[in-house]
């Protein structure tokens, strides 16, 4: 990491003001990619999401694998021409299939990508604000690769230090629970209506 960007420093005459004249600013940095890094439970979180893309890819793999074998078929000499139209409309249907196939693969991917990330951004938010809070930080500035670019300096240790800390307490709160996202409820079930009147007679 070596990069402080001009919007940093700008974030950091602004928010000047708002702390003693003699008081310097007080800020720190959250890199999402060190927390990926030394804590036991994010780590769970990308390993979740490597099996499920892994499951997916494999299931693709074995879906080409079979088009292959009929695109070999259908080039087979002993093959009758009625047998070989019959066979090529099947590779042309599969073809089709094979391409929805990975569409929605893609999609599931996607879907549970933000399932998880989204429990694992709830379960850290509160974490980060917590330190910032005990450490009376005015900003945290998050630091991710996609951003590298407009950091110009940064001390590396100093940078890792917070990030370090949040994933300390990130896997002593959540210790020996499960990484995968929890369930919706299930609504519960309408009360029973109450018996009628019962007639006489």
């Known amino acids: 990491m070596r990069h402080i960007s001009a919007l940093a420093t700008l974030a950091i005459v602004v928010a000047a003001p708002l702390a003693a004249q003699d008081a310097a600013p007080r800020f720190a940095i959250f890199a999402p990619d060190q927390l990926f890094k030394n804590s036991a439970r994010a ?20 879906k080409q694998k079979d088009l292959e074998k009929m695109a070999e078929q259908v080039k087979s000499p002993g093959l009758s021409e009625e047998g070989r139209a019959k066979l090529q409309r099947e590779l042309q249907d599969g073809d089709l299939a094979f391409k929805r196939m990975q569409e929605d693969s893609q999609k599931e991917f996607n879907k549970e990508s933000e399932k998880i990330y989204g429990q694992f951004q709830t379960e850290v938010g509160p974490i980060v604000e917590d330190v910032a809070r005990e450490r009376k930080l005015q900003v945290v500035f998050q630091y991710t690769r996609q951003n590298a670019g407009m950091f110009a300096y940064t001390d590396e240790k100093w940078a890792v230090e917070f990030t370090d800390e949040v994933a300390k307490r990130y896997d002593a709160k959540f210790e020996g629970q499960s990484a995968a996202p929890k369930a919706a409820p299930r609504p519960a079930a309408p009360a029973p209506k109450p018996a009628g009147p019962k007639k006489n007679g």
């Open 43 to 62: 780590k769970k979180v990308i390993e979740q999401l490597d099996g499920i893309g892994k499951n997916l890819q494999s299931k693709i793999e074995a």
